[in-house]
């Protein structure tokens, strides 16, 4: 689906008066605002409630112009850029002085990235410059992947929001530091660890669950309102009964194996097979077990492997330690 020309020059015009914009990419809803421009980019973390000391991504119209954006490209990072943009990869740099410190969190490096949607490649370059931009959710929740979750869940905290269908890819991006010797995976997302080192030659390392990298890499994240408890596949349907009979409204990630297993349990969702599919699916099943009533929800991590590495650390981020039981865990 393409927004109209219309919805792209008013898009670009908020933008352009310092305004706030949603608008889809590849991988979720992005809250876009100029990134030259401090102000707007202070709105965004007021708007989310998210601490300014967390970094956000500079979204490009093309690769070609990195160079305006950042310093000292190494590279490796050209080599990436040129394999996998457009696309959902997330390359973190040095930081180029058209870049606020606003926007970093005050870090000298930045991450860009150069999204692969018609409607957000129509927007970066009806605007002309590059917009910063979180996930459209506030801190701590699950990432929008349709203009009706953004609209859900921040309504008038938004100057527009474009339409642009469902997101394709449903997880963000995958987010590599160039900026040491060699580059590290920082967070796993739609471009595959296995895709990365086909083009790079050699193996990289797998971020650690648990392993704060950064500001905004923290435990509890993308998580819903219902807490999540992870099971080992065979688990999960005598564990979601047990919890529904104990008088929990129980959502269940019935694993794709499992398919035909009968489950007593309020809301009941399949799991595709397909890593692709889950991976597009993730934050809507999540979403719509919250909108069920769900308070409790049992699931499984799938292998780490291709896509999978991407859904387990989702899920393991939405099952984190969240602040309302351990009082002082930090969400994003
Ligand atoms: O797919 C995506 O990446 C989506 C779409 C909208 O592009 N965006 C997204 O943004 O997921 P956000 O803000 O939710 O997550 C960006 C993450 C931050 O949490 C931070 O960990 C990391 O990017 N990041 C940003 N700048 C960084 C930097 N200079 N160094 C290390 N990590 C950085
Ligand atoms: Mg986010």
Redesign the pocket.
């Known amino acids: 689906m393409t927004a109209r020309t219309t919805d792209i020059e008013k898009a670009a015009g908020v933008l352009r008066a310092g305004g706030l914009v949603a608008f889809p ?1 590849e ?4 809250l876009g605002a100029n990134a030259e421009d401090p102000a707007a980019v202070a709105r965004i973390f007021q708007v989310k409630g998210r601490p300014p000391s ?4 500079v ?1 490009l119209g093309g690769a070609e112009h990195l160079d305006d954006w950042v310093e000292d490209v190494p590279a490796t990072a050209r080599l990436l850029a040129e394999h996998f943009w457009p696309g ?1 990869l ?1 390359l ?1 740099l040095r930081r180029g002085r058209r870049v606020p410190l606003e926007a ?2 005050g ?1 000298e ?3 860009v ?1 150069v ?1 692969d949607h018609p409607v957000a490649l129509a927007l970066l370059s009806a605007f002309g410059g590059g917009v910063t ?4 959710n506030r801190f701590g929740s699950v ?1 929008p992947t349709t203009a009706n979750h953004v609209r859900a869940e921040l309504g008038n905290a938004v100057d527009f929001v474009l339409d642009g269908g469902p997101c394709e890819v449903g997880v ?2 995958t ?1 590599v ?1 160039t900026t040491g010797g060699t580059p590290s995976i ?2 796993p ?2 471009v595959t660890r296995e895709d990365l080192e086909a083009v790079l030659g050699y193996p990289l390392a797998v971020p650690t669950a648990s392993g704060v ?5 923290h435990p509890s994240h993308y998580a819903p309102r219902a807490r999540v408890v992870l099971v080992e596949p065979e688990k999960v349907v005598a564990e979601a009964e047990l919890a529904q009979e104990l008088g929990h409204q129980v959502g269940v990630f019935l694993p794709a194996s499992f398919a035909d297993a009968p489950v007593k349990a309020h809301a009941v969702v399949a799991v595709p097979g397909s890593m692709a599919a889950y991976a597009r699916g993730l934050y809507g099943f999540l979403r719509e077990l919250d909108r069920q009533g769900c308070d409790l929800i049992i699931a499984s991590l799938p292998a780490k492997e291709g896509l999978g590495l991407a859904i387990a650390n989702r899920l393991r981020r939405a099952a984190g330690p969240r602040p309302s039981s351990t009082g002082n865990a930090p969400r ?1």
Do not use: F, K, M, N
Request: glycine residues 12%; charged residues 10%.
């Open positions: 990419t991988t979720v809803y992005g967390h970094p956000l991504i979204h959902p997330t973190v970093t969190g870090l490096t930045v991450a990235r999204p931009a979180p996930s459209a990432s963000e991006s987010i530091d920082l967070r997302g739609g990298r950064v500001p905004g890499q994003q």
